[in-house]
């Protein structure tokens, strides 16, 4: 899936995936960012994507916190979550994903809490929350998209 989310992004920006910076999870070895996208070969936006059958936290915890801990060392302003949803009750998932975001740890300030961002779309919700790192804002946002 998120190959092809990149071969689109490639059309318009210049686009790295699976490009090893940061560190793993286990810290042993440099993560692997899913999608990075750069200007002048600056990263400035990181993607991390994850296929989920229903909500598990301990998942999605794990990679919010890669995207925004493991594998930025440099505080990039922009982070999306990509969820794709396999579920039989979207809306349901969806809820859960935004009442555990309500009250997750993130491992910098929040400056504005998570709200859902209205779509026109009926199978995509998105969500957003403003995190603080060192003085400059970083705006992540969640993207949950029902996969059939």
């Known amino acids: 899936i998120n190959d ?8 318009v920006y210049n686009i790295k995936d699976q490009t090893r910076q940061g560190k793993s999870e286990s810290g042993k070895d440099a993560g692997e960012v899913d999608i ?9 936006v990181i993607m991390e994507g994850l296929k989920m059958d229903s ?3 301990e998942y999605l915890d794990v990679h919010i916190n890669k995207a925004l801990v493991n594998y930025d060392p440099n505080g990039c302003p922009l982070v999306y979550i ?3 949803a396999t579920v039989k009750r979207f809306e349901d998932f969806w809820e859960k994903i935004v009442n555990h975001m309500k009250d ?3 491992p910098y300030t929040v400056e504005e809490k998570i709200r859902e961002i209205s779509s026109v779309y009926t199978d995509s919700r998105h969500a957003k929350v403003v995190l603080n790192r060192n003085g400059k804002r970083v705006s992540v946002h969640l993207y949950a ?3 059939k």
């Not at 092809?4 to 059309?11: A, V």
């Not at 990075?36 to 400035?44: H, K, R, Y």
């Open 4 to 11: 092809g989310i990149r071969n689109q992004l490639d059309m």
């Open 104 to 106: 997750y740890c993130f």
């Open 82 to 84: 990509l969820i794709y």
């Open 36 to 44: 990075e996208i750069c200007e002048n070969s600056i990263p400035v």
């Open 55 to 57: 909500f598990k936290k």
């Open 145 to 147: 998209i029902q996969m």
